[in-house]
């Protein structure tokens, strides 16, 4: 009894500066692509080169109103798990991230950090410059790898 009154003071206070500190976020401005998480993480649809772009789009779209979360690709390769889009009601399927599906962006928001992932909770974009990475004309629309083949 007498131990546990000396420790609780410690305790609590190691607790709250713990969870105080997970909850800061830090402000950046960040330029980058929309992308489908799902398809750039799992190569489900080919290399990192082939699920970016407007070769990628349609499947960025779908992917989003599906409910997979989008991210933003920096331009110095660093992925971004996008959390929320100005205050758009959904995280994932909103119709702020299929208006955006596939597009470069600057972003100004909050990162946070958390066991080697970032997220990112976009409170403005600032730039929207569409579709930039114009490479389906490389690709095709759908990377003729991800086509399936013809049953016999």
Same mark, same amino acid.
């Given at each position: ?6 420790? +609780?003071?410690?305790?609590? #206070?190691? %607790? ?5 500190? !997970?909850?800061? @976020? &830090? ?32 499947? +960025?779209?779908?992917?989003? #109103?599906? %409910? ?5 690709? !920096?331009?110095? @390769? &660093? ?74």
């Amino acid at each position: 009894m007498k131990l546990s009154r000396l420790l +609780a003071p410690p305790l609590l #206070a190691a %607790g709250l500066a713990t969870s105080a500190s !997970a909850t800061e @976020g &830090e402000r950046i401005q960040i330029t980058g692509e929309v992308i489908d998480t799902w398809c750039y993480f799992s190569g489900v649809m080919g290399g990192p080169d082939a699920v970016v772009g407007s070769a990628h789009h349609t499947c +960025a779209l779908w992917c989003s #109103a599906g %409910g997979i979360p989008v991210g933003l690709l !920096a331009e110095d @390769g &660093e992925v971004y798990m996008v959390l929320k889009i100005n205050g758009d009601d959904q995280n994932a399927s909103g119709d702020t991230n299929l208006n955006l599906a596939s597009h470069e962006i600057t972003a100004d928001g909050m990162l946070y950090k958390r066991d080697g992932l970032n997220y990112l909770v976009v409170e403005e974009v600032i730039t929207d410059h569409g579709i930039t990475n114009l490479n389906h004309e490389d690709y095709g629309v759908v990377p003729g790898f991800a086509i399936p083949e013809p049953k016999p």
